[in-house]
């Protein structure tokens, strides 16, 4: 249509005037908000205590304590200030970036707010959200490797969910390295049949996906119900155990909060790494990304089209099933039916949230896993809104980034297209 | 005269070839050869999960393979008498004439026909969406928004008459329904954001919405588990039989809605509109049509035929509101739709096999042991042979059709 070939065609750093008045706007409202919904409400002198060890760590750090009312007016004039300072000249292509700072500002007063007069562990909600961020953004990675090379990849799901059920037979068979690499393989091995449904079949990759949610969601259930509800020892696989990084973890705030994880989360930032080098620094990741964007050029130069998409699809497949495995090995110690509860989902959307890069995709996971661990906490800070209601912001958001609100991502141009040669 | 001569064994012959040509060739053969290979596979599976094979196999690999085959024959069995009846019973229920025990003999065929309605709905609403080139993979969250303002409708709204009632209810149901879609659909028309990803995370914010829901304000009073209160009585819909026989008025509905959507695709302006669209929306823009309409309507119709499966459950079957109270109908209709070549008489046609499917297996899960999740691995065959008819022709070596209908459902992220 021509909307979106208008948009797609537009630079990243362009931003329309209207975007630039309305994002002006909501961070007016954002500061109005903090002053009238939370700083007016305190009595003066109240004091929040931010507690900044999580529970359980060894490397400590004092509590931080402040007077909350002064603290919030001093965010409402910032985001005040940034408001009108979007109006009158505009941050041009920061735009986002000063967005990200006001809606920190804005969840930060929030927080101190719901605990006013009382104290919150939010290392303990930071150590939780990136718990929660593994499994979103493992799933991510999975599709950025998918769709950089221009195949659609909805079946993240059903190959997390395969992965976690292997993960916990195979793990509670042998033991939990064998069960991750059995999770590994069989996520790949759902990655080449969607490969051979998209690529060689060229059967639409939306349905491919498709199929093999349901698929998943069929023979995962169906070995669930008829052998691990039964045999209690075919679902009782050991956990990764925890391990602090040796001089990592003892940085102070920061150590606790990234470094006193399992396996799964160190795993993790190596992919991040290792993946973002790979695709934007080698030879290997410009033609995998060449033949998501213009297939058709880089089969003339030479690149196998077809051979590239195949490695990246089950590359990504594998990947999935480590996210997979994380539910089982990492996380619960067993296999519960649909355990993954959409959470290859929102890796989708993280992945949209994060512009196809694997950092941006890291950084839209840890900000639904904070949402997660924040539902999971906003019970206990007794501040009167639903959970399921900050449930639903990831999916929110990602129809906002979507819609082009908050910026266009650039996804790869032939994302979804099979190829056909000539 | 040697022409004439020729002429009959010519003709003979290339009858022959014509039948065997028509016969490889027709979408219908690909179409029952994707069920029988999934039922094939479905059985393997079982017999493969088996235990008794397993024990067979240590006295010997025929063994083994005979009680694979008898697990799998029997599952079957459990299957058809979940979903059709048991034949014999069903003839001695008639012959001895008490009204209560032909109703249980008939029960399981009633029972696939209810589980069919919800079905034909879902189906319906992915059929027009396909028609129109959209991917309504929404269609679950859309009958949850449904059933949410058919049970809303059919609490708050009193003192009405069942003929007034009834159908005020369903239409509201519908509505919300229509609601649902028309979010995707104008963003879709708008900002060019793509309705799959769209309709996926309007899926989640209508789940996590009826959580909310039922454990707030739409709680039944007193209750201590998140489900609704009842629907007024004169909300529900007329059931034919007495107990157990659950089969009501929403069949026959859904029937209906099936002709309205045939006729308005095929029949109608606009139906020529979406289809035109569908095939090809460039072409469309140029040649005068309003896409962002068509795509605005489609979703919203869409959404309207998955909320009417929501309140056709709600009023018809559960008449309550409960937590995930719908196992997938929505899900599944990405298949059933797929299966039915997006035409209204196949929509009907597999839906009523998915809903006697479903039916069977609630039965088959009881007497034969077999988990009812059996049903999805056939669905998930079923729509993998359907949508890469290659499989099926490689394995069965027919021929392909010259003309290649291919059929493409929907388009990169970007839109366009």
């Given amino acids: ?422 | 005269m040697t022409n004439n001569e020729e002429q009959p064994q010519k003709v003979r012959k290339t009858f022959i070839q014509i039948f065997v040509e028509e016969v490889s060739t027709s979408p219908l053969t690909v179409t029952v050869l994707a069920i029988v290979s999934a039922l094939i596979l479905g059985g393997l599976l079982v017999a493969l999960t088996s235990e008794d094979v397993y024990a067979a196999w240590g006295e010997s690999p025929l063994a083994a393979i005979r009680t694979g085959l008898q697990a799998a024959w029997s599952t079957y069995v459990a299957l058809f008498e979940g979903a059709i009846g048991n034949p014999a019973r069903m003839i001695a229920a008639l012959q001895s004439g008490e009204a209560d025990e032909i109703r249980r003999a008939f029960n399981p065929f009633f029972e696939s026909l209810n589980q069919a309605t919800p079905y034909i709905f879902t189906g319906l609403a992915l059929a027009l969406g396909f028609r129109a080139g959209l991917f309504n993979i929404g269609a679950e969250g859309q009958l949850f928004i449904g059933a949410i303002f058919a049970v809303a409708a059919g609490i708050y709204i009193k003192g009405l008459p069942p003929i007034i009632h009834v159908p005020l209810a369903f239409l509201i149901g519908a509505l919300g329904g229509a609601l649902w879609g028309f979010i995707p659909g104008i963003l879709k028309a708008k900002t060019g954001a793509h309705e799959v990803i769209n309709t996926i995370m309007m899926n989640y914010i209508a789940f996590r919405l009826s959580e909310y829901l039922l454990r707030g304000p739409l709680q039944a009073p007193g209750s201590f588990v998140p489900i609704s209160a009842s629907i007024e009585e004169s909300a529900r819909l007329w059931k034919f039989f007495g107990d157990p026989v659950r089969f009501h008025m929403g069949f026959f509905i859904a029937l209906f809605m099936a002709w309205v959507v045939y006729w308005f695709l095929f029949k109608t302006r606009w139906g020529f509109d979406f289809r035109s669209v569908g095939v090809n929306p460039r072409a469309s823009r140029y040649s005068g049509m309003n896409i962002v309409v068509v795509t605005v309507l489609a979703m919203s119709m869409s959404g309207a035929l998955a909320g009417m499966a929501g309140a056709n459950e709600v009023l018809g079957v559960n008449h309550n509101l409960a937590v995930a109270f719908s196992s997938g109908y929505g899900f599944d209709a990405i298949a059933l739709a797929l299966l039915g070549k997006s035409h209204p008489l196949g929509v009907v046609l597999s839906a009523l096999l998915f809903g006697a499917l479903r039916s069977g297996a609630i039965q088959m899960q009881v007497s034969a042991g077999i988990p009812i999740d059996i049903i999805s691995v056939l669905q998930a065959f079923i729509l993998a042979f359907i949508a890469a008819p290659a499989i099926i022709r490689t394995i069965y070596r027919l021929k392909t059709p010259a003309v290649y209908e291919e059929g493409v459902y929907a388009r990169g992220w970007g839109g366009d």
């Avoid at chain 1, 004039?77 to 940034?82: E, S």
């Fill in chain 1, 1 to 422: 249509m021509a909307t979106s070939e208008m948009t797609i065609t537009k630079t990243a750093d362009y931003v329309s005037p209207t975007r630039q008045r309305v994002m002006g706007i909501l961070f007016l409202v954002i500061a109005f908000a903090i002053w009238y919904f939370f700083s007016r409400s305190l009595e003066p002198g109240i004091q929040t205590t931010f507690v900044l060890t999580p529970g359980g760590s060894e490397t400590q750090v004092p509590d931080w304590t402040f007077t909350t009312a002064p603290i919030l007016n001093i965010f409402a004039i910032m985001c005040a200030i940034l408001g009108g300072a979007q109006l009158a000249r505009g941050f041009g292509s920061r735009t986002n970036l000063v967005l990200a700072w006001v809606v920190g500002l804005f969840v930060f007063s929030f927080l101190a707010w719901a605990t006013a007069d009382s104290s919150l562990n939010v290392g303990g909600l930071l150590r939780s959200s990136v718990g929660f961020a593994v499994p979103i953004t493992i799933g991510a990675l999975s599709g950025v490797l998918c769709e950089r090379s221009g195949v659609v990849n909805i079946a993240i799901e059903g190959m997390m969910l395969t992965g976690a059920m292997i993960g916990a037979l195979i793990g509670s068979l042998t033991n939990s390295w064998i069960g991750l690499f059995a999770a590994v393989a069989t996520g790949g091995l759902l990655g080449l049949v969607h490969a051979v449904f998209s690529i060689k079949y060229k059967t639409d990759q939306i349905i491919s996906g498709t199929v093999i949610n349901i698929f998943a969601v069929g023979i995962t259930s169906f070995i669930s119900a008829r052998f691990l509800q039964k045999y209690q020892d075919l679902n009782n696989p050991d956990i990764f155990p925890v391990w602090d990084v040796p001089v990592l973890s003892k940085i102070p705030f920061i150590g606790p909060i990234l470094f006193e994880h399992n396996l799964f989360v160190y795993a993790l930032f190596i992919f991040l790494i290792v993946l973002h080098i790979g695709l934007f620094y080698t030879r290997w990741g410009l033609r995998l990304r060449s033949v998501g964007e213009h297939p058709k050029a880089a089969d003339t130069l030479g690149i196998n089209v077809f051979r590239t998409r195949y490695m990246a699809v089950i590359l990504g497949g594998m990947m999935a099933g480590f996210g997979g495995a994380y539910f089982t090995l990492g996380s619960v110690g067993r296999f519960d039916e649909v355990m993954t509860a959409g959470r290859g989902f929102i890796g989708l959307a993280a992945m949209i949230f994060g512009n196809w890069m694997p950092f941006g995709a890291f950084g839209a996971g840890l900000l639904f896993g904070f949402t997660n661990s924040l539902a999971a906490k906003v019970a206990i800070l007794g501040v009167n809104i639903p959970s399921e209601v900050l449930l639903m912001a990831p999916y929110i958001a990602t129809m906002i980034v979507l819609a082009g609100v908050v910026g266009r991502g650039q996804m790869p141009a032939a994302d979804g297209k099979p190829y056909e040669k000539e």
